[in-house]
């Protein structure tokens, strides 16, 4: 083991050492190195020290002792100051201590480590999870635990709420679908100034209570927080979030195009029909010769069971009974009613057994006349075509083929490289992605094509295109009246479900949506800062406790 030695014995060289240690009122004697540690020995300057009870002077020593305590690591070796401190005699006769050490304020009482090394690590222990912070805290040569640095944020103190004029307030999920807590952000500086651990109105009412003068408000839909705000600032102005009313307005578009399904439906299935009937006219001017096979009847459906029951409430809602009634007569939830009221036809559910591969029976007893064909070599070709099912169902449906046509080898004519047509259908929630877009947007040709489709044989989605481009406009330019919106939809002769519920939630917050257009504030940096909350959960694993959370939210320098 090296030794190395350094005697202060020059005025300059001292102040030097002085600079580099930088804790006032430190007088270094000695620096000595053993790998890995530099050992820095030193004392508190100053003949006397203040009693901390009687706060009066005394100049009698009675004892001296060493504290070492952690500093900063130096060249990537860890510094340790040892730190020889004296211990006084309180000389007044009326004060309770006898016996008192003196004190520095860089280097806390009873700590081992320098007020400098503590902030360092209480950063770390904000910005970081506790296990990575421990790694990183051995290679800067100042190791703690874990634990530590759980009880170092913890100690951190909460920032001083400043007066506010403009507050996003939104809810962040403890557990998704099960509890909820409340942010609260500064919308002029994007910063978070308090979390709530519900999203209670109660808990939101109190904190407007603290903190009275806000001016504006900005929210998302939910109502517990707008009863808050009405109930203790009616004066504050109220925005509604614009991504929100995109969101329920994406929410209604999707629920008005599940009720209008079976006419979609409907209409995609006549049209795949001409489209075959057209391309099988195509195939027998261009066949030679070609071996017949046994029409396939298609599967007959069964009824539906629950067709009386839509029936009933389908009566009972034209004499005009309220849900509730009908349910408890029918012996149904009200949600199912409610749904049944949606819609015009009843719409069949989705069997996990039903597949689309009888429309590609032609194809497949086609691809059984060429030699070489396997049941996997039909099965991938069908499924590039559109086939929705399993391998299981498809070679199920081939040896029924096989069995019904008597199909014994593989030596028959080739098969036309024309595929068949299919016109593959789109999801609700597609739909209502589309439906306020230009086609020309529409990047999918498919997808486009099928728009294109849709527009041309339903008018009602042409009406239902203007209102959804006329909202989003208004959202963008700030300009519209959206009370003649709102009023064009409730006085509409179609139906549109979900578009007049969700016309009905705009009209009951009406003024907060109106701010919404007119202002420029929104609750994008509330919404980036929940993302954030995610992110420091997913690094604690969702162990550690709310004020944990909420210390690391609010503190961080990182986020």
Known sequence: ???????????????????????????????????????????????????????????????????????????????????????????????????????????????????????????????????????????????????????????????????????????????????????????????????????????????????????????????????????????????????????????????????????????????????????????????????????????VEKPDSRQEVFDMVKKLQAKGLPRKKIGRELGISKNTVKRYFQQDILVPRSHPKRTNIEIFTNHILSKMEINGYTNMEIINDIRKMGYTGGNTQANQYISFLKQTNKVTSLNYNELQSQPIPYIKRLSSRKLAKYVGQSLNHIENIDHRSYMQLLFENMPILIRVRRLVKRFKKMLKTGEGQIHKWIKSIQESKDKLPGLKTFAKGLKRDIKAVQNAIQLRWSNGPVEGHVNRIKSIKRQMYGRASFELLRRKVLLSQSG
């Open 1 to 299: 083991m090296s030794f190395l030695y350094l005697y202060i014995v020059d005025n300059q060289l001292y102040m030097n050492i002085k600079r580099l240690v930088d804790i006032p009122k430190i007088i270094v004697s000695n620096i000595e190195f053993k790998p890995p540690i530099i050992h820095i020995y030193a004392s508190l300057s100053g003949k006397r020290a203040k009693c901390p009870e009687c706060k009066k002077y005394s100049h009698s020593v009675h004892d001296r002792y060493e504290r070492r305590i952690t500093d900063l690591p130096v060249f990537q070796y860890h510094s340790r100051i040892i730190l020889t401190v004296r211990k006084f005699k309180c000389r007044n006769d009326r004060c309770k201590r006898k016996v008192f050490t003196e004190q520095n304020d860089n280097i806390l009482p009873y700590a081992r480590r320098t007020e400098r090394v503590t902030r360092l690590l209480s950063d770390i222990a904000i910005d970081m999870p506790t296990g990575s912070g421990h790694v990183l805290s051995e290679k800067l040569q100042i190791k703690v635990s874990r634990s530590t640095l759980t009880r170092l944020a913890h100690q951190q103190p909460l920032p001083d709420i400043n007066t506010l004029k403009v507050v996003g307030v939104d809810d962040w999920a403890f557990r998704k679908g099960v509890n909820y807590g409340t942010i609260l952000v500064d919308m002029e500086t994007s910063k978070p100034i308090d979390m709530l651990p519900t999203r209670d109105s109660e808990d939101l009412k109190a904190w407007l209570r603290d903190h009275p003068g806000i001016e504006i408000i900005t929210r998302d839909r939910a109502s517990s927080y707008s009863t808050a705000i009405d109930s203790i600032s009616p004066n504050t102005v109220q925005v509604a979030d614009r991504f929100h009313l995109l969101m329920n307005l994406s929410d209604a578009l999707d629920t008005f195009f599940k009720s209008i399904s079976p006419k979609i439906s409907k209409l995609i299935k006549a049209k795949t029909c001409e489209m075959l009937r057209h391309a099988e006219a195509e195939s027998k001017q261009d066949s030679v010769t070609k071996k017949e096979f046994v029409e396939i009847p298609a599967p």
